[in-house]
């Protein structure tokens, strides 16, 4: 059983900042491939960004290719989202995934993950 718990979520004028952490409790963290995603109400959950550390390959939503950016630290079990020049469309609830199967790409199909944390909610306003 693994355990993420997202944090740095927040409310931002549109072209702000926000970082996303998720804290994971697997010390096989970097083994994994984990993923960022989002879901606004009314709408379906959406891969933004994923990551195989081991590989070193990332994968990114195109809606969010050259404002975002996703890393983790492995020392800390830890996934990161750096959000930049934000814009409204980017409010959602966000949550931090693991593929346990650890895909080459890494995938954004929600359905190949199979850990999530709670989310943590982005708002952007214009």
């Known amino acids: 059983q693994v355990q993420l718990v997202e944090s740095g979520g927040g409310s931002v004028q549109a072209g702000g900042s926000l970082r996303l952490s998720c804290a994971a409790s697997?010390?096989?963290?970097?083994?994994?491939?984990m993923g960022w995603f989002r879901q606004a109400p009314g709408k379906e959950r959406e891969g933004v960004a994923s990551?195989?550390?081991?590989?070193?390959?990332?994968t990114y939503a195109d809606s969010v290719k050259g404002r975002f950016t996703i890393s983790q630290d492995n020392a800390k079990s830890t996934l990161y989202l750096q959000m930049n020049s934000l814009k409204p469309e980017d409010t959602a609830m966000y949550f931090c995934a693991a593929d346990i199967a650890a895909r080459y790409p890494p995938s954004l199909l929600h359905n190949q993950y199979t850990y999530w944390g709670q989310g943590t909610q982005v708002t952007v306003s214009s």
């Open positions: 990551i195989n550390s081991y590989w070193g390959k990332t």
């Open positions: 697997a010390y096989t963290f970097s083994t994994y491939s």
